[in-house]
C-alpha cells in the first residue's frame, strides 16, 4: 500500500470540536490542514484541543486570511474538489490522485455561492440514501472522502 498525500481545506469553519478531530485525522494521516477565512472560534479554544488530544505538534497546519488567498498559492487548481450537497456527481465517480485538494465549507452554510460558482466540475457531493437529513457532520463528511481518496491512491 502505497502512501498517500492530501490537503484538507476548511473554509470559515465554526465548531472547534470539529476542526480538532480533522485535526487529529490528518495526524493519523500525515495530511496537511489548511483554514482558510474566518475562524468562528479562537485557535487556543479548550475544546478545539480537547478534540486533537495531544496530537497537534503533529498537524502541518496552515492558517489562510481567505479562500482566495489559498487559492492564489496554487499552481494548479484542476485537482481541487469542492464537497457541497448541490454538488451533481457523487465523490464515488472521481478518481483521486496524490496531491489532491478536499475543500469543505462552514458547518452551518456549506461553500459559498460565490465559491460553488467558480468550480461546478469539481463540485462533489457525499451521497445520502434519504433526504431526512439536511447534511452531514462536518468531521464525518471529511473522514469519509479522505479515506476514500486514501483507499484509491493507495491501491495503484
Not at 475562524?39 to 496552515?62: C, P, Q, S
Amino acid at each position: 500500500m502505497g502512501k498517500a498525500f492530501l490537503k484538507i481545506i476548511l473554509v470559515d469553519p465554526r465548531i472547534p470540536p470539529n476542526t480538532g478531530n480533522i485535526a487529529r485525522l490528518c495526524a493519523a494521516n500525515d495530511l496537511e490542514l489548511h483554514l482558510a477565512g474566518k475562524i468562528g472560534f479562537n485557535m487556543d479554544d479548550k475544546t478545539l484541543k480537547r478534540a486533537g488530544l495531544d496530537y497537534w505538534e503533529h498537524v502541518k497546519l496552515t492558517v489562510h486570511k481567505g479562500f482566495d488567498a489559498f487559492i492564489a498559492e496554487q499552481k494548479d487548481v484542476s485537482r481541487i474538489f469542492f464537497f457541497s450537497k448541490s454538488g451533481k456527481r457523487s465523490f464515488f465517480e472521481v478518481d483521486f490522485k496524490d496531491n489532491d485538494v478536499l475543500v469543505f465549507g462552514p458547518e452551518d452554510k456549506g461553500l459559498s455561492n460565490e465559491i460553488t460558482s467558480k468550480y461546478p466540475d469539481q463540485l462533489v457531493k457525499i451521497p445520502m440514501q434519504t433526504n431526512n437529513v439536511r447534511s452531514l457532520n462536518l468531521s464525518s463528511a471529511v473522514a469519509i472522502a479522505v479515506y476514500e481518496a486514501i483507499r484509491q491512491i493507495s491501491n495503484r
